[in-house]
Nanobody, 120 residues
Framework: QVQLVESGGGMVQPGGSLRLSCTAS????????MGWYRQAPGKQRELVAQ???????QYADSVKGRFTISADNAKNTVYLQMNSLKPEDTAVYYC??????????????WGKGTLVTVSS
């Protein structure tokens, strides 16, 4: 069982930046994938960014060029650097992990989420 704890959410003005952190209870080095998802009020949860085999980055079109996902294996932590934030980025952001070796990524573990609010 892997526990994931997110931090770094908060309120920021449009155009601002935030960095989210996700610390795992165990090693992330051998994870099949880890990623960030978000869910805005009244909307379905969507993929924001993920690290496949902990090295291949994938991003939603809506955040490409603005968000960057990275990992620090020594700290068992995955980050999401969010720049040029927009009001439509407002959501609860969840960290997720796939500990398997499956070809298709399927996140089995989820954090409780951290709220990001972008508003003037």
């Amino acid at each position: 069982q892997v526990q994931l704890v997110e931090s770094g959410g908060g309120m920021v003005q449009p155009g601002g930046s935030l960095r989210l952190s996700c610390t795992a209870s165990g090693s992330i080095f051998s994870m099949n994938a880890m990623g960030w998802y978000r869910q805005a009020p009244g909307k379905q949860r969507e993929l924001v960014a993920q690290l496949v085999h902990m090295k291949i980055t994938q991003y939603a079109d809506s955040v490409k060029g603005r968000f960057t996902i990275s990992a620090d294996n020594a700290k068992n932590t995955v980050y999401l650097q969010m720049n040029s934030l927009k009001p439509e980025d407002t959501a609860v952001y969840y960290c997720a992990a796939d500990p398997t070796t499956a070809v298709v990524v399927h996140m089995d573990y989820w954090g409780k989420g951290t709220l990001v609010t972008v508003s003037s």
